[in-house]
T-cell receptor, first 113, second 112 residues
Framework: SQQGEEDPQALSIQEGENATMNCSYK?????LQWYRQNSGRGLVHLIL?????REKHSGRLRVTLDTSKKSSSLLITASRAADTASYFC?????????????FGKGTLLTVNP | NAGVTQTPKFQVLKTGQSMTLQCAQD?????MSWYRQDPGMGLRLIHY???????DQGEVPNGYNVSRSTTEDFPLRLLSAAPSQTSVYFC???????????FGPGTRLLVL
């Protein structure tokens, strides 16, 4: 079964606004990653946060991780039309194979100009 | 570097036909994997390889075979295509760890 579940499934905002997407997972993890997928393209790695980290930044991206709630959030600040894409969280189980990355179903973000 | 390349970009098959989806990477990555992406399902792992000569099953391996004879190539074989295998297939590679995966552009497969 899928490990991560993103929320919401779809999000529509205006350019310049912030976008927040959430990911929940079911079991203990080694790390959690966020990927972006533009329509018709492959996925692009955005950011990784380890299980012992609580927050990480990369440019306009801010990721938080709450292992007690088994959840993560991805914040995109000052969004641009070019941020329109699907965003996926992916996890590696702790105690399982270190070679299996499990993806959620994704959040479709639309940024209107 | 070309990164991860996949061929073909699009393929139509009839039920029962066989084909091989090609995947190659020029980054000397040890780890390679195949995913399928279906609407509303996200990505599901089919098979993966941690190095030449080593492969293992993922979440949805049935109907697919893989081999890894070189570090660069990781082909995915459909022995007898079924309509349920209609999907978009992505190949990915990464260095020893899974901390960053690099994805190919995908192969869109339609099985009639």
């Amino acid at each position: 079964s899928q490990q991560g579940e993103e929320d919401p499934q779809a999000l529509s905002i205006q350019e310049g606004e912030n976008a927040t997407m959430n990911c929940s997972y079911k079991t203990s993890i080694n790390n959690l990653q966020w990927y972006r997928q533009n329509s018709g393209r492959g996925l692009v790695h955005l950011i990784l946060i380890r299980s012992n980290e609580r927050e990480k930044h990369s440019g306009r991206l801010r990721v938080t991780l709450d292992t007690s709630k088994k959840s993560s959030s991805l914040l995109i600040t000052a969004s641009r039309a070019a941020d329109t894409a699907s965003y996926f969280c992916a996890t590696i189980y702790s105690g399982g194979s270190n070679y299996k990355l499990t993806f959620g179903k994704g959040t479709l973000l639309t940024v209107n100009p | 570097n070309a990164g991860v390349t996949q061929t073909p970009k699009f393929q139509v098959l009839k039920t029962g036909q066989s084909m091989t989806l090609q995947c190659a990477q020029d980054m000397n990555h040890e780890y390679m994997s195949w995913y399928r992406q279906d609407p509303g399902m996200g990505l599901r792992l089919i098979h993966y390889s941690v190095g030449a000569g080593i492969t293992d099953q993922g979440e949805v391996p049935n109907g697919y075979n893989v081999s890894r004879s070189t570090t660069e190539d990781f082909p995915l074989r459909l022995l007898s295509a079924a309509p349920s295998q209609t999907s978009v297939y992505f190949c990915a590679s990464s260095p020893r760890s899974l901390e960053t995966q690099y994805f190919g552009p995908g192969t869109r497969l339609l099985v009639l």
